[in-house]
């Protein structure tokens, strides 16, 4: 059974930085494509950032230059460090599996957990 937990959010000024993480379960981070994704208040679920088995990594033009996303094997945990927080990044972060865009940044995911709340304001 697929489990993605995701910690690390919280409040934070503009141009501050957060970590996200997110523990899986049922499978290792190294054998899938692991997402980062969001949903912005009130809009839907957009593509972030993805890792890929061989550890290439790919990210929405907004983030770039700003996150960075990377993966611990032996705690099979994925991460998000988010740096140069700007307000239009506050939404709820989820951790994802099995993901397609349909048009970008619009994604649709068979797994995600429950999210962690980013908050970026004075």
């Known amino acids: 059974q697929v489990q993605l937990v995701e910690s690390g959010g919280g409040l934070v000024q503009p141009g501050g930085s957060l970590r996200l993480s997110c523990a899986a379960d049922?499978?290792?981070?190294?054998?899938?494509?692991v997402y980062w994704v969001r949903q912005p208040p009130g809009k839907g679920l957009e593509f972030v950032s993805v890792?890929?088995?061989?550890?290439?990594?790919e990210y929405v033009d907004s983030v770039k230059g700003r996150f960075i996303i990377s993966r611990d094997s032996a705690k099979n945990t994925v991460q998000l460090q988010m740096n140069n927080l700007k307000p239009e990044d506050t939404a709820l972060y989820f951790c994802?599996?099995?993901?397609?865009?349909?048009?970008?940044?619009?994604?649709?995911?068979?797994?995600r957990g429950r999210g962690t709340q980013v908050t970026v304001s004075t």
């Open positions: 890792i890929k088995l061989p550890g290439t990594t």
């Open positions: 994802a599996r099995n993901c397609r865009v349909t048009t970008m940044p619009t994604i649709m995911c068979e797994y």
């Open positions: 049922g499978f290792t981070v190294t054998s899938k494509w």
